[in-house]
């Protein structure tokens, strides 16, 4: 689980990455990264739409994409801020295909 100052909470901050942010496309996902400036720890949120699937495949590609970016925490660098948009094949994704996009991306940008 992702602890309180890994997570983007406002909605101002969503619209700020996608907006300003460096934009990695894969088969399920499309992630968002834009350097905040400040020394903080990485924080991430996500776009999980009705598109994805009923409430339970929502919720469940919600927790697999908080797992995925927990185990990365590490690889990505102070100050990121980070919005991963799930599209509507992410619904029967298994979790390997989401950590492999999203690892993908986010070592993209820590290269």
């Known amino acids: ?17 996608v907006r300003r942010g460096r934009r990695c496309a894969a088969a399920h996902t499309v ?5 905040s400036g400040a020394r ?9 739409s009705r ?8 919720n469940t590609v919600r927790r697999r994409l908080k797992a995925v970016c927990a ?3 590490d690889t990505v660098r102070p100050g990121d801020d980070v919005v991963i948009r ?3 094949s992410a619904g029967t994704a298994t979790f390997s295909d989401l950590r492999t996009e ?10």
Do not use: H, W
């Open 86 to 88: 799930a599209l509507p």
């Open 51 to 58: 598109q994805v699937g009923s409430a339970v495949v929502r």
């Open 1 to 17: 689980m992702l602890a309180r100052p890994n997570r983007l909470t406002r909605g101002a901050d969503y619209k700020a990455v």
């Open 71 to 73: 185990e990365a925490v």
């Open 102 to 111: 999203v690892g993908r991306c986010l070592g993209r940008r820590a290269a």
């Open 40 to 48: 903080t720890t990485p924080r991430f949120g996500f776009i999980v």
């Open 31 to 35: 992630t968002y990264v834009n350097s």
